[in-house]
């Protein structure tokens, strides 16, 4: 019996000795705890809000961000470029000295081969080059992009994994084409989730799905070595994980943590918490058809609408940092007002007006659909029951509806929806992104809202999109705004905020929006 | 012979039993009023018809209905699960890499269970309506009525962040790699790799999912344990066998516990193969590679070949299972015959 006594504590003490060990992390390798939702490392393909984060230490591209800011990019593997007259040809010198992680040169064939692959093969990001007419590498430094129409974002979609520049020879070799059925042809995708073909800081090492990906640091990068040898993005899906990770310090970055956790803690020794502005926005939709809105199809009770929440509150649900843009512009973009002063946002005498003069003064019931999704940490079935409470005061009773986000997706691209609430993430990071919610562009038709019922805005929209002269396009993205503001179906309610938490000693662990962290650059 | 006979007979049955699955499966998730081509082509992408309809064709959603399972099942029956449309990876690829984590998680916390479920059962029969048979129906209940998910983040709190006696989320401590993968259980590659620390720690990474996995299964074998052998202890031959003059200990172990077993047999298959399936909130949790989250993932996208995939896997572990319930049931009463 003593023995078998004995026996069990060795057990117990062997595996406690194993756990303890765990915490002896090897020198010089990060780790990032996140929730990702990445499904391919193949920059052709890839779309995810993620698989930025994880494929610029690995792939170049022409242009880049630098630091937190989205709003201008820089060169990333060219030197310098040049616009036509027309603004339909852009030119770009590249770099000299830039090598693969194999070794072979970067040149502009391998950009113009990249290029061609990522237009064939069609994937979710491939809008993003649907403007470009041809591509042409008339020398081994020089990248000639020719555009079907003139493109303000141009420079900006660039920096975007569709455009990140492949080692074709290697890619080659392992199953990838740019010829024109590449769509069926191609059959690098498998290669690409565990290996990669790029000349950024890092390599693909290794990729087990909702475990972690493995990036090692490329023995021939061109630019500056990054401080760690190794990157893994482990997938913790649960916050509370996260940050008992992070306290124990298993992990060094806890990169999902909502209100709650942040609560907990903030003002930890050796924890560093970060806030910064997400590029997410909340919004709720109004249809303006009669048809399918009722009552909220009216001008005015739109208006009245706006006017009657509570964006103080609103901001409370999304926690601290969450802001109140004018109109569906992100704070941060280029052209983008400053937010609204929440308090003043709302006024519920006007609102009542407004309902008079609609001819709703006691009100009316309607539906008010909601998917059941958390945005950036919120739950929106718990803004949509504020937002209930918000609009009783002017008499709309609203029916909450919810259902999965792939039930509730169809009836809203549909243009079914007479109130709903919703959310939006850039596909890449311009103003011009947010042009779709304009009358007649895709998200405006969603609310019915087309180019007829406001001429003057579609035109200016139309006008913004191609506009490269960054004075005009600044004041005319300014008018666009103000006019939203006056009078759109939509109400915007939040850009988030985006928290999460490091050990103090990590340096540049600062948030991007497009790259969320730029892991390249983070130190000790 | 009839053993085997019975045996092949059941392994006959799965094929009829993969394609009813995949039938039933297959018409049941094309009646969700969704569309998998919304559920994973980028809005931009589902603005231009040009590229709705070249996924479409890709993934042979532009064909009727029938057609579609058709072509489903001619490949089902040459072995292939089809492509993943969410992961764009084989199916069979996917269940490979997330079936082992499951198994390995779902193996330790039956041992668990079965261990403490029936001997807790026994002290509680025994003691029947005594403290210590109270005690342990309390915690049988509670085992099975404490919500996983929080019992799941107490445990992570207590053994992980406070006492520090235990290991955090992931099947392995960051300075382990995975061993070579030759059965997907870590624990096991890893004593075939003659890696011991590793084992080790891949082991102790199963104790807090495998307990908390556990202590819904070991709730239910405790109280069927208990009732059965109860009813067992009141029939006329045990009070024979006590009349004999044998030791309690004799009575129970002897001629009470294997009849008394039976029921608790299927108890264990069921609660097995509910195991298998696949936690969400546990893996989640625990941030346990398995094929709950996968399955989860697969429905929430459409993800038509993932989720057959994954629905086929689960029969064929419950068919298994039951029929390793019943030649337990031969083992356990030599009066069952297999016809």
Redesign the interface.
Known sequence: MRMKRLGFAALIA?????????N???AK?L?VALDPDY??FDPA?A?EAYAMMALHPVYDTLMQFDGPSCDEPKYGVAESHSISADGLTYTFRLRKGVKFSSGNPLTAKDAKWSFERAINL?G????LA?GVESVAAPDDQMVVIKLKSKDASFLTKLTSNVFMILDSKTAQANGATNAADA??SDKA??WF?GHSAGSGAYVIESY????ELVLARNANYWGKAPYYDKI?L?????P??QL??L??K??DVAFNLGPEQVKQVKGKKDIEVAKAQSMTLTFMLMNRDPQVGGPVANVDVQKAIRLALDYTGIQTIAGEGAITPVAPFQVGFFGTLPPKAPKEAQNIAKAKELMKKAGYEKGFKTTFEVSTQTVEGMDLPTLAQKIQGDLKQIGIETEIKTS?I??A??PY?KGKQALSLWYWGP?YPDPNNQLAFLPGA?VGLRANWTAAMNPKLAALGDKAAVEVDSKARAADLKAIQEAMDADSPFAVLLQHARQYAYLSELKNAYYNDFYKLNLAVVAK | MGLVKYILRRMLFLVFLVIGVSLIVFVISHTVPSDPVLANLSQRNMDNKEMVAAYKAKWGLDKPLYEQYLIYLGALLRGDLGTSIRTQRPVAMDLGQYFPATLELALFAIVIAVIFGVSFGIVSAIKRNNPTDRIIRGISVLGASVPSFWLALMVLLLFYVVLGIAPGPGRLSTRFSAPHAVTGLFVLDAIIAGDLSTALDAFSHLVLPGVVLAAFTMGLITRTTRSSLLEILSMDYIRTARAKGLADDKVIIRHALGNALIPVVTVIGLGFGNLLGGMVLVETIFAWPGIGRYAYQAARNLDFPAIIGVSILIAINYVIINLLVDILYGVLDPRVRYE
């Open positions: 062997a595996l406690a000795l194993a756990a303890s060990g765990a002896a992390a090897p390798q780790i499904q391919t393909l779309y069609k979710n990001g491939a809008f649907e769509q069926t995708k498998l989730d087990t799905p909702q475990v893994v482990k997938s913790i899906k649960d509370a994980a008992m990770m306290q124990k298993d992990i999965d792939m039930v997706l169809d691209r596909d895709s």
